[in-house]
């Protein structure tokens, strides 16, 4: 069992960062003409606005029509673009105390 949980986060870390915040609390003008973009790299989620990389055509011609919209710099935009690796992973949000002290025992005792 220990192996398969390590293979899966191994395969998790290196696997692709599937989004990238670029840009917090839009206002509806802002939403509206970045949605003119109809670019399917972009999407919302509340008014914040994200890229997934994975779904970048041509990263140059994104950077160069969205940069005005959003008040980014092109380059920030453009390295937003390259696919990167996994630093972290997120293996529980919000753990009880319960399961941190179960998590914290398990760890102490394998040291």
Do not use: G, W
């Not at 960062?17 to 206002?27: G, M, P, Q, R």
Request: a positive charge; charged letters at 30%; glycine letters at 0%.
């Amino acid at each position: 069992m220990r192996e398969k949980i390590e293979a899966y986060i191994q395969t998790r870390i290196s696997s692709p960062i599937e989004s990238i915040l670029l840009k917090e609390a839009l206002d509806e003008p802002m939403i509206e003409s970045i949605n003119h973009l109809n670019d399917p790299a972009l999407f919302f989620i509340v008014n914040n606005l994200y890229l997934n990389p994975t779904k970048v055509a041509n990263p140059a011609t994104l950077a160069s029509s969205l940069s005005p919209l959003i008040d980014v710099p092109e380059d920030t935009i453009r390295s937003a673009c390259v696919l990167k690796k996994r630093r972290h992973l997120e293996i529980l949000r919000k753990m009880s105390i319960m399961t941190r002290d179960i998590v914290k025992k398990r760890i102490d005792t394998e040291k």
